[in-house]
């Protein structure tokens, strides 16, 4: 298997004869969709581990 | 004595342990894979002949299809062991599969669209396998609303696995639409029983994409359940020691 690059430039490699528009807003929708279910569990988690350690550490202070 | 391996895997503890450790060095893989991949399809893999480059778009519209009906069938089988075994870890995952699946099936519709202006001329075509993956996205979403819709989480979780399991008549028919109907979607170039009748250079790339979504898909549900199990124990007292530590 030998692959070359396909095309000669980048402005090339953006138009892709006129179907870059497709191609590249496909990319870039993806990756939106894709990094969004990544970044939206770790934000939760950290929220809530934040969250829960105030909530304990104020019992803790209370119960006394 | 079998069937402790079973009974680990269900509790939330050991599951919340081991995909802390695994999925640092899952995440590193998955990131290589899809960069590697992409680069690839988009830059190195041949024009086609017929559609030039709007082709590329298969990178990404494949592999999420392929996870979009994976998905559903792991959220399924998640739903069953849940009804069956009641163990609620397995409720769970069918719980954060919901929306992964939603993502991945929007995913697949989008860039479908996106790849049909150019080769079929329009955004949307009411062809057999375009319109049943519309009907797998209503699923996803009926199994997610349903689950959310009752006051006990128990009696919604319940609901959504039977949804979920019922729906499952519906990926046969996705799979076979293309052969079942006169459809514009071409037949699988992809096969388990024969070699893809695609060029190497074209398919090595999807090879690599493929391989990449299902572990990313792997990751997102990974890191979901995570945060899930912390939210549903957060009372117990592993959660507490962790909080604190």
């Not at chain 2, 895997?9 to 081991?18: E, G, L, R």
């Not at chain 2, 399809?41 to 024009?47: E, S």
């Not at chain 2, 090879?207 to 199990?229: S, T």
């Amino acid at each position: 298997m030998s692959m070359t690059f396909q095309f000669d430039n980048f402005a090339q490699l953006i138009f892709m004869d006129g179907h870059g528009v497709f191609v590249w807003s496909s990319v870039l929708l993806t990756s939106f969709l894709l990094l969004s279910l990544v970044l939206n569990p770790i934000l939760k988690r950290r929220k809530l581990l934040k969250k829960l350690k105030i909530e304990l550490m104020g019992s803790d202070n209370a119960s006394y | 004595m079998q069937w402790t391996w079973f009974h680990k895997f269900a509790s939330p503890k050991w599951f919340y342990q081991i995909t802390g450790k695994i999925l640092p060095f899952l995440a590193w893989l998955t990131f290589f894979l899809l960069v590697i991949g992409l680069v690839l399809g988009l830059g190195y893999a041949p024009a086609d002949a017929k559609q030039g480059n709007s082709f590329r778009i298969i990178y990404i519209h494949v592999p999420s299809n392929f996870l979009a009906l994976a998905g559903y069938f792991l959220m399924a089988i998640a739903g069953a062991i849940g009804l069956i075994w009641r163990i609620k870890l397995a409720f769970w995952v069918m719980k954060c599969a919901a929306p992964i699946g939603i993502v991945f099936t929007l995913v697949g519709l989008l860039t479908g669209s996106l790849w049909g202006k150019p080769t079929w001329g329009s955004f949307w075509v009411w062809d057999a396998r375009g319109t049943s993956m519309l009907i797998l996205l209503f699923l996803y979403v009926g199994v997610y609303s349903l689950g959310r819709s009752f006051h006990s989480a128990n009696s919604g979780e319940k609901a959504s696995a039977f949804l979920a399991i019922v729906g499952t008549v519906n990926i046969p028919i996705i799979y076979k639409s293309v052969d079942w109907w006169f459809t514009l979607h071409q037949r699988a170039t992809i096969k388990f029983t024969s070699a893809p009748s695609m060029h190497p250079d074209m398919f090595y790339p999807l090879l690599i994409m493929i391989v990449g979504f299902y572990l990313l898909y792997a990751v997102v549900l990974m890191l979901a359940v995570r945060a899930e199990i912390l939210v549903r124990e957060r009372k117990t007292n592993w959660v507490r020691t962790l909080v604190l530590k």
